[in-house]
């Protein structure tokens, strides 16, 4: 089974899309899957519109009423799923879920964690314009110098990735912003990250949730994962090209 966690805010025109990609993905694979939809009480009434499409495929709408924030809605979301494979991804189409069933190819040949990368073979940032790529990369040098462990990783940036349940089981996840996948990778039980390269879409309906917060938000994460890591010091986990396995 594979539990697909989709954060929310102000999504409800990309839900019913998105559901229906993912079915066309999944729904014939030899294993079940559930999506988790964990909305921040959108004034669109995301989760409402999620709920109502419970008749067709496989989701669970969870509302959040007092926290907001997408890392810590993928937390909520890990609390809910029912499988030991969990994939986390938004709701805004910009990540192609038909790329899930390799990502739980690459977690039964043995990975922990899959990221999808837009700089693996046959990734891309699509539409990024060059100010954006600066951005990018300089927000990944200070994750790499802040927490040595991600230096393994080429796209920690990902919002796009999937894992074992066993990764963060027991971890004391406290991640802030927007970037959970770093979180995760800095506090993790993991031996092998797999890479898979994904092309980054554009955005479909809706607007963009990034502000100017997010950037002060991003740095205050960086600094406590500083602090907190030096009680888990570990060798850097090993990564692997992309390639499909079998099935589940």
Not at 69 to 94: F, K, N, Y
Not at 96 to 121: M, N, Q
Not at 185 to 197: K, N
Request: proline share 6%; glycine share 8%; aromatic share 6%.
């Amino acid at each position: 089974m594979l539990s697909v966690i989709v954060p929310t805010y102000n999504e409800g025109e990309n839900v019913g899309p998105l559901l229906e990609r993912i079915e066309r993905a999944l729904g014939d694979r030899p294993y079940d899957y559930e999506v988790v939809v964990v909305d921040d009480d959108s004034p669109d009434g995301t989760w409402r519109r999620a709920a109502e499409y419970a008749d067709r495929y496989p989701v669970t709408a969870v509302r959040r009423l007092e926290e907001q924030g997408l890392a810590t809605a993928v937390v909520r979301g890990i609390e809910e799923a029912s499988s030991d494979r969990i994939a986390v991804m938004d709701a805004d189409l910009q990540h192609p879920p038909e790329a899930l069933p390799e990502f739980v190819d690459r977690l039964r040949d043995g990975a922990d964690v899959v990221v999808g990368s837009r700089e693996a073979p046959g990734g891309s940032y699509g539409d990024f314009g060059p100010g954006r790529r600066i951005v990018s990369a300089a927000a990944t040098l200070l994750a790499r110098i802040a927490v040595p462990e991600l230096r393994a990783v080429d796209d920690v940036q990902s919002g796009f990735f999937a894992f074992r349940r066993d990764v963060v089981e027991g971890r004391p996840l406290s991640p802030s912003g927007y970037k959970i996948l770093i979180e995760i990778l800095a506090v993790g039980s993991y031996a092998e990250v797999a890479e898979v390269g994904y092309a980054f879409d554009d955005r479909r309906a809706g607007e963009s949730n990034l502000d100017a917060g997010v950037a002060s938000a991003y740095l205050r994460h960086l600094a406590d994962l500083r602090r907190r890591r030096t009680t888990s010091e570990r060798p850097s986990p090993s990564t692997t090209e992309p390639s499909v396995g079998e099935s589940v």
